[in-house]
């Protein structure tokens, strides 16, 4: 997750040249819509990430998109780590991630 990540914010869902959805503060249905079109878009994998507090919220996305809507999608992989961000104090912060991938 640390090569070029953009950061996972409201302005930010989709990374288009990599099938890359970052995960944030918007409901899951957004991000639902977003992996729907990735794979209308003929795309074979989708990859949806998260940090902290937005990790619930993926898994909400991967099981909504696999169960109501896409049930030939399957999960392929998941990955879980932690990165460690520098704070402006100096202090140093863990943050849990996760990468869930979705394949048809």
Known sequence: MAEEQAK?????ILKADDNIILVGHKPAMAYVLAVITQFS???????????GRAISTA??????VRRRFLQDAQIR????GTEEKEME???KLNISTIAITLGK
């Not at 996972?8 to 930010?12: F, G, L, Y």
């Not at 992989?77 to 879980?80: A, E, F, M, V, Y």
């Open 8 to 12: 996972a914010d409201d302005n930010v």
């Open 41 to 51: 878009n003929n795309s074979r994998e989708v990859h949806i990430k998260a940090r």
């Open 59 to 64: 898994v909400d996305v991967a099981e909504i």
């Open 77 to 80: 992989n998941i990955s879980i």
């Open 89 to 91: 104090d100096k202090r």
